[in-house]
Each structure stands twice: as structure tokens, then as C-alpha cells.
């Protein structure tokens, strides 16, 4: 198992500019989250999805910012148009879809699992 | 009101020795697990060790326990026999409910943890 994949690694550009993080979920995994990352905020959901359905967006900073899902295997986070103060590290995580009554939380299949993470540098 | 609390700034150890990391957290929902997650300096999240709220024993994953006392909403990290390698920030974590629409997992924001030689 590749673990969660993202894209790119490292990402440097100028303000105005747009940018796209892209994210390849664990196979099987049906729930995505966005998580950011600062030093002065900490970790940060940003939105997360079921099944490719956006469950809750409720922390996506502006109109700046969106992410879609398109199918179960790819996810991406864009920010159009990008500022300084967007720096920071950006990753995805997938995990199980909790299911029913009882199930997930009595066990640790509902683990999130990260990947490496997307720094992103707004100049 | 703060999920997730995660009040000590850094700690020290001494190699070979426990420390425990301090988390309390906040919930009405009878059902929800809470993770620690270890963060080191290279910048990946490594889970480390879950505990449901139903579980009736505290969890443990090799070196690493949780001291778990639901009474007290505190869910605290035990590592036994630190190691160089166990300097990282430190992250306690909740997800609540059993449904998919309350199933995200809140952060504390983190403890910074340095093993000295």
C-alpha cells in the first residue's frame, strides 16, 4: 500500500498566482480530509468528504479556497488567487468511512492516515 | 469551548526515562475515539496509539500507553524508555460520533517533546 500520495511537495509562488494540491486517497478509504497546518493556528480541517460528497467545508478560509472530489481515487485543493498568508503546510488524509452504530469508533479502523504534506510558499 | 486541550508547552525527558504527555478534551457525544499522532521534525503525522470511549482497558502500542480516565475527560500519552528518536511535537486528537457527518478529527495543538542524552 503506497500510503496517501500528494502533490507537490513543495510548492513556491507568487501572490495572485493559482495553485492546486492534489491528494490520491489510501484505495479503499472513503472518507478525505484537507487539513493546514501553521505555527500560529496549528492543524486546521479545512473539509472533509464521504464517499466524494463534501460533508463539511465549514473551515475553508474564503471563496479562495476549494476542493473537489471527483471520483474515489483523486482530490484537489485550490486557491485562486493565492496570498502570503496562505503559507503553510497543506495535507490530505484518508481514513475508513465510519459506518453504523458501533462499529468504527469500538475499533481503530477509523485511524486517519496522512500523507507527506504540500508546503506551499506564497510570496 | 477548546475540544482538544493540550496546555503543556514542551517537556523534557531524559533518555531511558517515562514521561507522560498531558490531554484533556471536551465532548458531549457518549461515542468518540481519541488518537495521538507524533509529528517529527521531518514534518510527516505518524499515528501512534487510539482509545475508544468505550474501551475498558487503557491502550497501549508497544512503548507507548494512554492513561485514560473519562471521568476526568483526560486521555494522556505514556511513553516507557524514551528514546533520541522520540523528539517530535506530539498531537492529541478526537472524533466524534458514529456517524460520517460528525466524523472529523479536531487537534490539539500539540506538545514539544525533546529527549535528551
Known amino acids: 500500500d503506497a500510503g496517501v500520495i500528494q502533490s507537490p511537495r513543495h510548492e513556491v509562488t507568487e501572490m495572485g498566482q493559482e495553485v492546486t494540491l492534489r491528494c490520491k486517497p489510501i484505495s479503499g478509504h472513503n472518507s478525505l480530509f484537507w487539513y493546514r497546518q501553521t505555527m500560529m493556528r496549528g492543524l486546521e480541517l479545512l473539509i472533509y468528504f464521504n464517499n466524494n460528497v463534501p460533508i463539511d467545508d465549514s473551515g475553508m478560509p474564503e471563496d479562495r479556497f476549494s476542493a473537489k472530489m471527483p471520483n474515489a481515487s483523486f482530490s484537489t485543493l485550490k486557491i485562486q488567487p493565492s496570498e502570503p498568508r496562505d503559507s503553510a503546510v497543506y495535507f490530505c488524509?484518508?481514513?475508513?468511512?465510519?459506518?453504523?452504530?458501533?462499529?468504527?469508533?469500538?475499533?481503530?479502523?477509523?485511524?486517519?492516515?496522512f500523507g507527506a504534506g504540500s508546503r506551499l510558499t506564497v510570496l | 469551548a477548546q475540544k482538544i486541550t493540550q496546555t503543556q508547552p514542551g517537556m523534557f525527558v531524559q533518555e531511558k526515562e517515562a514521561v507522560t504527555l498531558d490531554c484533556t478534551y471536551d465532548t458531549s457525544d457518549p461515542s468518540y475515539g481519541l488518537f495521538w499522532y507524533k509529528q517529527p521534525s521531518s514534518g510527516e503525522m505518524i499515528f501512534l496509539i487510539y482509545q475508544g470511549s468505550y474501551d475498558q482497558q487503557n491502550a497501549t502500542e508497544g512503548r507507548y500507553s494512554l492513561n485514560f480516565q473519562k471521568a476526568r475527560k483526560s486521555a494522556n500519552l505514556v511513553i516507557s524508555a524514551s528514546q533520541l528518536g522520540d523528539s517530535a511535537m506530539y498531537f492529541c486528537a478526537m472524533r466524534e460520533g458514529y456517524t460520517g457527518a460528525n466524523s472529523k478529527l479536531t487537534f490539539g495543538k500539540g506538545i514539544t517533546l525533546s529527549v535528551r542524552p
Open positions: 488524509a484518508s481514513s475508513p468511512l465510519l459506518g453504523d452504530t458501533g462499529t468504527a469508533l469500538r475499533s481503530g479502523a477509523n485511524v486517519l492516515t
